[in-house]
């Protein structure tokens, strides 16, 4: 009868570790979707220059 039980302290568990990720994730930013949006989109391309940069000295 045990293994009842702990399958409820592995759910509960891993319900608290998912409210936190989301939590940590974007509580933080405090920004509005639109501007989440643009700060990532600078984020690809500053990455994507370096890896052309990276490509071309070859």
């Not at 930013?29 to 639109?34: F, G, K």
């Given at each position: 009868?045990?293994?009842?039980?702990?399958?409820?302290?592995?759910?509960?568990?891993?319900?608290?570790?998912?409210?936190?990720?989301?939590?940590?994730?974007?509580?933080d930013?405090?920004?509005?979707?639109?501007s989440?949006?643009?700060?990532?989109?600078?984020?690809?391309?500053?990455?994507?220059?370096?890896?052309?940069?990276?490509?071309?000295?070859?």
């Open positions: 009868m045990t293994h009842g039980n702990q399958r409820e302290f592995a759910r509960q568990k891993n319900m608290e570790k998912q409210n936190d990720s989301v939590k940590g994730k974007y509580q930013d405090r920004i509005s979707a639109a989440r949006k643009q700060r990532d989109s600078e984020i690809v391309k500053q990455k994507q220059k370096k890896e052309n940069e990276k490509e071309e000295p070859k």
